[in-house]
């Protein structure tokens, strides 16, 4: 394990690991990070603060002070920092720069503060700890890719060309205030990001580790080539000699790009104290079959099919969604499709030995709810005195509430005691809940609209206990730690494209299967690191739908190879035992993600006119497993295309599993044929020389959860199966003969067979 070591040098200190390093110039009151080959990635880099209604006062310039190195223990572990502290005028406040290495990172972290030394209160606007630093991954900022992360569950998170421009998103997908001025050439992302060459692989990641108190973004100035990440404190006051600190960046210049991204989650997750699941949620929702029309009688029509079907979709939870509740805001008064109210459906739903989920939206209400009639003083306020919209929906304007009024805190304390101890949920999903940080007037004027927002969020964690919260439509950074699962994309939807297909930009945080695919895999290392992640639901069926068999498949392969939640959302009891299959085959949740493997040579749509809803989607996914490699190649054009794949090094019998199809010993590279908006799904088993399993159609996963074991005895081999919830299906055989089919029938218990 590497040290973490401290020198002086002529032009400062420095600070190393032997991973990465830290150079300091104390005249000019910046600093470097360097990689393990010592080459400065980024270069003079200063930190700032900005007060409200006040100056900025910047190290650049105004020199730095080393004030000594410190041991530091935290959630990241033990490590060292380097102190320093700005160079400014007595009647200035000071701000101090802390840069903390640990002995087996690779990456630094640096955080600012401000300590007011002044007599009367300040406010604090914003804070820079990474201000206009010079990147230089080897090659023109314009030749690089932007890793672009979007605020909450439904901003698009997306790949961009340097080359082109940035996609422009409106509230509610963007996070409301304080926002970088648009420039030409500027590229900006909420929380991380990661600026990539895709000629050489080199990359730089930033993103903070910390997002408890402040909202965050971190942007790129393709000209001249400069990377700034800021903090937002929206004008918290401190007292005289209080002091304040920015979120804690960390900066990540190790190669591969792809490797920093996910060890980035890693330390939000351990900072954040992320909660840990031992299985990920698999379920049914009302939602995209039925939308606001769900009633008692459909929801029990539902529940009756899972109960008589438990092997074959053996799912945890049954969610009712949107439909149930008297008004946007009214949670604890049903409407006349649900006469007997949600504590007897909860009870329906328990009697059938399957948990019981509830949708609710709490941290607003609608104009026509009672709630807003009867206390229209406990919404977020503009500065005009009207009550602060968060969105229009449900036709009718919806308004923020105030979670740091004390009525509207123990309000919300009163609706979900209710709903998860009267009424006996076990899983509650939260929604529009970016709501609570809103801009506006507060109760409590000086906390920030992440601390607003985070104090619903304790409510809701507090109430639940250990029960289940799916979040959605919430801003990310401050959510990690008090939600066990998080959606990361945009709604689906029984349709492929957004309805507005033909604008210049088509929007990608509307609903469409194809937006929705696209944060999923964008997203992917997110999962397991700060949450279980909801990619929102499997659709199946072939009925009331205008998704494709080819884009069921491509939606299926997607939920089940990325390891997240498995939530059905059809009709059930019409189903086609083929369209239940494919919800059978997902079964049981496998729980890791697989890589998109061209994650970073993704475009911009403004650079591929001719496919502008494709671009920004990986095409390519890979899943390393303890026998076998699984490869998924998708096509998102709109016509049929052909894909060549590059197969690891060495021999691999390769079956699709979508055609049933074994398609030989192959090596180097193979060319596929793929249907528009279609994937292949390929398992890759290394040639053993002997008779073994090279393919499965029990599981998504091909035999990672079926088969126990194999034998081979020199004569014969024997293959240990487990029941999953496809119960028929078939094992491909290698032997002397070729490949034969070994059909498997009501797998129902653990057996072994003979399978040559």
């Known amino acids: 394990m590497p040290d973490v070591r401290v020198e002086e040098t002529e032009r400062g200190p420095s600070i190393t690991n032997g991973l990465v390093s830290v150079r300091v110039h104390l005249n000019k009151g910046t600093f470097d990070v360097l990689d393990a080959d010592g080459r400065p990635v980024i270069a003079d880099a200063a930190a700032t603060v900005s007060i409200t209604d006040g100056p900025t006062f910047t190290t650049r310039g105004a020199g730095l002070g080393f004030s000594g190195s410190d041991d530091v223990r935290d959630a990241q572990g033990d490590g060292l920092a ?26 630094a972290v640096i955080q600012a503060d401000i300590q007011n030394t002044s007599p009367k209160p300040i406010r604090i606007r914003e804070f820079r700890p990474l201000d206009g630093a010079r990147l230089d991954l080897g090659a023109p900022a314009a030749n690089c890719v932007f890793y672009k992360h979007g605020w909450q569950s439904w901003s698009p998170t997306i790949v961009l060309n340097c080359a082109g421009e940035d996609v422009p998103a409106p509230p509610p997908v963007i996070g409301p205030g304080t926002q970088p001025q648009p420039l030409s050439g500027r590229f900006v992302s909420d929380l991380v990001t990661a600026v990539v060459d895709p000629a050489s692989g080199r990359g730089a990641v930033a993103g903070f580790i910390s997002a408890a108190d402040q909202f965050s973004h971190i942007w790129l100035d ?35 790009p792809i490797a920093a991204l996910e060890r980035y989650g890693d330390a939000l997750g351990r900072e954040m104290k992320a909660i840990e699941s031992k299985s990920v949620a698999s379920g049914w929702c009302s939602w995209y079959y039925y939308f606001q029309g769900i009633s008692e009688d459909e929801a029990i029509a539902n529940l009756d099919y899972l109960a008589q079907n438990r092997e074959a979709i053996p799912v945890d939870y049954v969610q009712i969604d949107d439909g149930y509740q008297a008004e946007i805001g009214d949670w604890l008064t049903t409407n006349e499709k649900f006469p007997r109210g949600m504590k007897w459906l909860a009870e329906q739903v328990h009697e059938r030995g399957i948990k019981a989920g509830l949708w609710l939206a709490p941290f607003l209400a609608g104009a026509k709810s009672q709630l807003f009639r009867e206390h229209p003083d406990w919404f977020v306020k503009y500065t005009t005195g009207l009550p602060a919209i968060a969105t229009v929906n449900w036709n009718q304007p919806c308004f923020a509430l105030d979670l740091t009024h004390p009525e509207v805190q123990a309000w919300a304390a009163d609706v979900f005691r209710t709903v998860l101890d009267d009424w006996g949920y076990d899983y509650v999903k939260i929604d529009f809940i970016f709501a609570a940080a809103v801009d506006g007037v507060r109760h409590d004027p000086n906390v920030t609209r992440a601390q607003a927002y985070r104090r619903g969020l304790e409510i809701v964690r507090e109430a639940a206990g250990r029960r289940f919260v799916l979040a959605c439509g919430n801003p990310m950074g401050p959510s990690v730690g008090l939600v066990d699962a998080a959606r990361i994309g945009p709604d689906v939807a029984p349709y492929w494209h957004p309805f507005d297909r033909g604008a210049p930009r088509p929007p990608m945080s509307d609903p469409a299967a194809i937006n929705s695919i696209r944060n999923t895999l964008t997203r992917y290392w997110m999962h397991g690191r700060l949450w279980q992640n909801d990619p929102d639901c499997l659709l199946v069926r072939a009925t009331d739908t205008a998704l494709a068999g080819d884009e069921v498949r491509a939606l299926a392969t997607v939920i089940g190879l990325t390891g997240g939640m498995v939530l059905d959302s059809d009709k059930l009891p019409p189903l086609t035992p083929e369209r239940r299959d494919i919800i059978s085959l997902l079964l049981p949740v496998y729980g890791r993600s697989a890589t998109p493997l061209d994650l970073f040579e993704t475009t911009d749509p403004s650079a591929a006119a001719a496919a502008p809803l494709r671009t920004g989607v990986p095409a390519l996914l890979r899943l390393d497993l303890p026998t076998h490699t699984l490869l998924a190649v998708f096509n998102w054009d709109d016509a049929d295309g052909e894909r060549e794949v590059a197969l690891p090094q060495g021999s691999w019998h390769v079956f699709e599993l979508w055609e049933e199809e074994y398609l030989g010993l192959q090596s180097g590279s193979l060319t596929l044929p793929v249907p528009p908006h279609g994937c292949r799904l390929l398992r890759l088993t290394p040639d053993a020389g002997r008779p073994q399993v090279v393919g499965s159609t029990l599981h998504v996963l091909q035999g990672a959860l079926e088969i126990a074991a194999e034998d081979w005895d020199g004569e014969t081999l024997r293959v240990s199966l487990r029941p999953v919830a496809k119960k028929d299906g078939a094992l491909y055989v290698t032997g002397e003969d070729g490949v034969r089919k070994v059909v498997v029938r009501d797998l129902t218990l653990e057996r072994t067979i003979e399978a040559n």
């Open 222 to 256: 393709t000209e001249p080539g400069a990377i700034t990440a800021a903090s937002y404190a929206d004008g918290v006051e401190v007292g005289r000699a209080g002091t304040l600190a920015s979120e804690r960046l960390a900066v990540d210049v190790s190669a591969p």
């Open 82 to 107: 380097l102190v320093l502290l700005r160079d400014g005028d007595e009647h200035e406040p000071d701000l101090c720069v802390t840069v903390s290495l640990y002995p087996d990172l690779p990456f």
